[in-house]
């Protein structure tokens, strides 16, 4: 059985720092692609981050620069380092691999 579950949210500041880890099990983490997404109040869900089972790593171009997404594959972990946090940050993240989802995690940037 799949699972994945998120955790690392929380309340930051403007400009902050935040890491957000996906603790995977149920299937071999080390040769799929994962990805992080995010959805924003009142807005669809939007594509953040994937790394691929080799390492090789993609971004949206409203994170580029200042999120970095990793794995563990020891481990079965996901992680996503977010910097330079803004306000329109603000959302649940949630992380994806194939068409299982986690439940996901708040992320808020607020002063």
């Known amino acids: 059985q799949v699972q994945l579950v998120e955790s690392g949210g929380g309340l930051v500041q403007p400009g902050g720092s935040l890491r957000l880890s996906c603790a995977a099990s149920?299937?071999?983490?080390?040769?799929?692609?994962m990805g992080w997404y995010r959805q924003a109040p009142g807005k669809q869900r939007e594509w953040v981050a994937t790394?691929?089972?080799?390492?090789?790593?993609n971004y949206a171009d409203s994170v580029k620069g200042r999120f970095t997404i990793s794995r563990d594959n020891a481990k079965k972990t996901l992680s996503l380092q977010m910097g330079s946090l803004k306000p329109e940050d603000t959302a649940v993240y949630s992380c994806?691999?194939?068409?299982?989802w986690g439940q996901g995690t708040q992320v808020t940037v607020s002063s």
């Open positions: 149920g299937f071999i983490f080390r040769l799929n692609t």
């Open positions: 790394i691929t089972s080799g390492g090789t790593t």
């Open positions: 994806r691999y194939s068409t299982w």
